[in-house]
């Protein structure tokens, strides 16, 4: 089992910029991919970015260029910078780890208001 905390939502204007981080524990040493999720009101979780444990990240579209995704493997976390934001990054965040299968925090909400 692995358990996700994520911490640094809230609300911010539209350009401004925002830290989401995720703690993870149990079974860490059993996690590949960790990641983020969004979903928005009336939409489907969406793959935000992921990193692999190599160090690859992976990014949505609609965030390559004003969002970066670290990992520290000492520290078990996971972090997504947030830049420029924007009205439709509006959503609920989840930190995700793939451990053989898919775990998840209680997810973070971001709002960015126009």
């Known amino acids: 089992q692995v358990q996700l905390v994520e911490s640094g939502g809230g609300l911010v204007q539209a350009g401004g910029s925002l830290r989401l981080s995720c703690v993870a524990s149990?079974?860490?040493?059993?996690?590949?991919?960790m990641g983020w999720y969004r979903q928005a009101p009336g939409n489907e979780r969406e793959l935000v970015a992921s990193?692999?444990?190599?160090?690859?990240?992976n990014y949505a579209d609609s965030v390559e260029g004003r969002f970066t995704i670290s990992r520290d493997n000492a520290k078990n976390t996971v972090s997504l910078q947030m830049n420029s934001l924007k009205p439709e990054d509006t959503g609920v965040y989840y930190c995700?780890?793939?451990?053989?299968?898919?775990?998840w925090g209680k997810g973070t909400l971001v709002t960015v208001s126009s």
């Open positions: 149990g079974n860490i040493g059993s996690i590949n991919t």
């Open positions: 995700n780890a793939f451990a053989w299968r898919h775990y």
């Open positions: 990193m692999a444990g190599g160090g690859r990240a």
